[in-house]
């Protein structure tokens, strides 16, 4: 059965190793954060697209083509759990997918892995919130990689949910 894997690239190789993935028909996600900078000829701020992972492209595969992956140019290694290469659920792949969907210019920040309050963010209309209610922070604990997404909410709240709603038989830990 098909699981995700972390894979640690090369600096700065992680669109190279994402490419060389899909070149193979192999299922990957590279995360990406949309960061506004300084235009250089204007005082418009432009959208930047960066790895949210440093040196981190996610695959979908079997356990049985691990060596091949291994071997690919760029990838360096996979991220480890008790010795062996880390899955990571697929619940998690599609909150990181949905979190910089929602969110720019997310931080990433290392935790420890310990099980967090799991969330629903749902739409909030602005103009029924007090003003200056903004500016709140956002988090999206991934217990299975040891970090944290962190963006301000500007649109969005969040709603707590529970891990049957997930329709999930385990608990995030």
């Given at each position: 059965m098909a699981q995700w894997y972390a894979v640690y690239t090369r600096p700065c190789w992680e669109k190279k190793v994402a490419e060389s993935f899909q070149k193979?028909?192999?299922?990957c996600y590279?995360?990406?954060?949309k960061v506004l900078v300084p235009s250089t000829y204007s005082e418009r701020r432009k959208?930047?697209?960066q790895p949210l992972f440093e040196a981190c492209v996610f695959v979908k595969t079997t356990e049985d083509k691990l060596p091949l992956i291994r071997s690919l140019d760029g990838v360096l290694s996979f991220?480890?759990?008790h010795g062996?290469?880390?899955?990571i659920r697929d619940i998690e792949i599609e909150m990181i997918k949905r979190f910089t969907a929602e969110h720019q210019s997310v931080t990433l920040i290392k935790s420890a892995v310990s099980i967090g309050e799991i969330v629903r963010i749902i739409n909030v209309?602005?103009?029924e919130s007090a003003p200056g209610a903004w500016g709140q922070k956002v988090k999206l604990?991934?217990?299975s990689l040891g970090f944290v997404l962190e963006a301000e909410a500007t649109e969005t709240i969040p709603e707590p949910i529970s891990a049957e709603e997930l329709n999930l038989s385990t608990t995030l830990a």
């Open positions: 193979r028909r192999m299922e590279l995360p990406l954060n959208p930047v697209y991220f480890y759990w062996k290469p880390a899955t209309d602005p103009e604990s991934l217990p």
